[in-house]
């Protein structure tokens, strides 16, 4: 059974930083690309940053200089690190696995207080 778990969400204030984990397991087929979106209370989930096996990375405009997104391929781990967090960035942040088919995680709640 293929399993996404995200980690590291937390209780910040402004300024600070914080390091999302995300975590397979199970049998994935080739993995393309993993990556983080969020989604804040009354918004549509969106984009935060992906990157595919390559080490390409894409990257959403509200958070590119902040964030930054890297993979370890032999484990199937992703981690999003975030710095200079706004409260903005407030939202429940969801881990996406692509491989043929898209999976994802339940969720890990940052909150950035000003």
């Known amino acids: 059974q293929v399993q996404v778990v995200e980690s590291g969400g937390g209780l910040v204030q402004a300024g600070g930083s914080l390091r999302l984990s995300c975590a397979t397991s199970?049998?994935?087929?080739?993995?393309?690309?993993m990556g983080w979106y969020r989604q804040a209370p009354g918004k549509q989930r969106e984009l935060v940053a992906d990157?595919?096996?390559?080490?390409?990375?894409n990257i959403a405009d509200s958070v590119k200089g902040r964030f930054t997104i890297s993979r370890d391929n032999a484990k199937n781990t992703v981690i999003l690190q975030m710095n200079s967090l706004k409260p903005e960035d407030t939202a429940v942040y969801y881990c996406?696995?692509?491989?043929?088919?898209?999976?994802w995680g339940k969720g890990t709640l940052v909150t950035v207080s000003s």
């Open positions: 199970g049998r994935f087929a080739s993995i393309n690309l």
């Open positions: 990157i595919n096996g390559g080490g390409r990375v």
């Open positions: 996406r696995v692509t491989a043929v088919l898209a999976y």
